[in-house]
């Protein structure tokens, strides 16, 4: 099969704000882009990211001190001056986090000319990035969503989880606005109204309403995602189905393996969405199958690439990433020529979903395809991000431990007498002093 041509002459720059070194994605984006001979820009949370150590990596700027569009249509405009040779030469910018891709859209005419991006505004990606409106949207369309709840009030978050049923997923509305430090995640599983209530009043420090629903049950073979690409016609030009293995945390978190496995309602259900929104560019979306009803039901819209995108590299190297590119520099996306059974392993997250879970193991079934593995760190033409990757996933297990042997410690450490109760009747000295 032939190889699509791609404009060589035109860089990309990825685009990263957030401030996850594990964010696999954008690694394998400066993979998929540089081997196809595009030279590849990043700007990410540091210059010592493991990304940075990437071959096919040019250079590395660190992102803005703050997530303001202004700053980082700024940055990328001064990028564009140093990486080309004349002021009119276009670059390819690549968003790999909502924050980034809200941000560039909502700069998105200050920068048409010099910056290549999909066709769209920020209130449009906002439909489907916002939690909360993108439940909307659902209930608009008639695409099956888990039952959602929006809460007032501390005590009305708990009487909705217990009407919606406990265990119950609580996400933050945005949660690219989650403060760095804070410990909350964008996702959490509660199970009881006291600590539905501890959440939600959190929500000042969050920056976005907390959201409840209700939780579909988990387990095998359930869980599905859809990673397409939508052209500037408004053509799904890139699309295809794989279903997660392995998840970490287990059962509700992101992917650590998958397999391209075709599963035509979910292609379905995909497709229309991207039809009756009128999206343009990539975009990443997940479901889950509710085995009582039959129904998959759409858990998230991330109008960016996912992590796991490389998952659909079809046997010419075809992904969305590299379908963008030639997109936006006005050569056709040819149809992806399916390699089903291809599996995708994200080493570090995989270790984890083992560790947590070993006996949860995927058997395919009798004749199912199988198919090459790629590992989202360790490529043998590419070998130094996985050994950055180690040693600081190494550092960060030891920083988790030792704070948790501290916070053990601060249990087991008795309370200055001072804090101690005294036993009912007996004055303290300050009152036999005062007496």
């Known amino acids: 099969m032939a190889v699509p041509p791609y404009d060589t002459r035109v860089p990309a720059v990825l685009v990263r704000l957030d401030r996850n070194p594990f964010h696999h994605g954008t690694l394998g984006a400066a993979r998929s882009l540089g081997r196809a001979g595009i030279p590849v820009h990043a700007v990410v949370e540091s210059r010592d990211s493991p990304v940075a150590r990437s071959r096919y990596v040019r250079s590395v700027r660190a992102r803005p001190a703050s997530a303001a569009s202004t700053e980082l249509a700024a940055l990328l405009l001064r990028i564009a001056g140093e990486i080309t040779d004349t002021p009119s030469a276009p670059v390819l910018a690549v968003p790999l986090d909502d924050v980034s891709a809200l941000a560039l859209a909502r700069r998105r005419t200050e920068l048409a000319g010099r910056i290549l991006l999909p066709d769209r505004t ?41 009407s919606l049923g406990l265990p119950v997923v609580a996400k933050w509305s945005r949660p690219w606005l989650l403060p760095a430090g804070s410990g909350l995640r964008s996702t959490t599983i509660l199970r009881s109204p006291a600590e539905v209530r501890e959440l939600y009043r959190r929500t000042p420090q969050a920056g976005s309403p907390l959201l409840l629903q209700e939780l579909l049950p988990p387990g095998r073979d359930l869980d599905w995602f859809f990673h397409g690409y939508a052209d500037s016609a408004g053509r799904c030009a890139a699309g295809a189905t794989g279903r997660k293995e392995r998840s970490w945390p287990d059962g509700a978190g992101l992917t650590a393996v998958g397999r391209w496995t075709p599963n035509p309602e979910v292609d379905r259900l995909a497709r229309g969405l991207l039809e009756a929104l009128g999206h343009r560019g990539v975009c990443d979306l997940d ?10 039901h759409l858990l998230d819209f991330n109008p960016r690439p996912g992590a796991q995108f490389r998952l ?17 520099t006005g050569r056709p996306v040819p149809p992806l020529a399916p390699a089903y059974g291809r599996r995708f392993v994200v080493e570090n997250y995989a270790a984890l979903s083992l560790l947590a879970s070993p006996r949860r193991r995927y058997a ?60 009912a009747g007996r004055p303290s000295s300050t009152q036999l002093t005062q007496r």
Request: net charge positive.
């Open 364 to 423: 395919p079934e009798p004749g199912a395809a199988r198919g090459p593995a790629e590992r989202a760190w360790f490529a043998a033409d590419d070998p130094a991000p996985a050994l950055a990757m180690g040693r600081a996933w190494l550092a960060h297990l030891l920083r988790r431990a030792l704070a948790a042997v501290r916070r053990r410690l601060a249990a087991r450490r008795p309370r200055h007498p001072a804090a101690l109760p005294r036993p």
């Open 122 to 162: 920020e209130d449009q990606l906002l439909r489907v990035a916002d939690k909360a409106r993108l439940a909307e949207v659902c209930a608009e369309l008639g695409l099956p969503h888990p039952r959602t709840e929006l809460p007032a009030d501390a005590d009305e978050a708990a009487a909705m989880a217990w």
């Open 312 to 328: 659909f590299a079809d046997r010419r190297g075809l992904d969305v990433v590299r379908a963008l590119h030639l997109d936006l």
């Open 287 to 296: 479901f889950r199958l509710d085995r009582d009803t039959g129904a998959y």
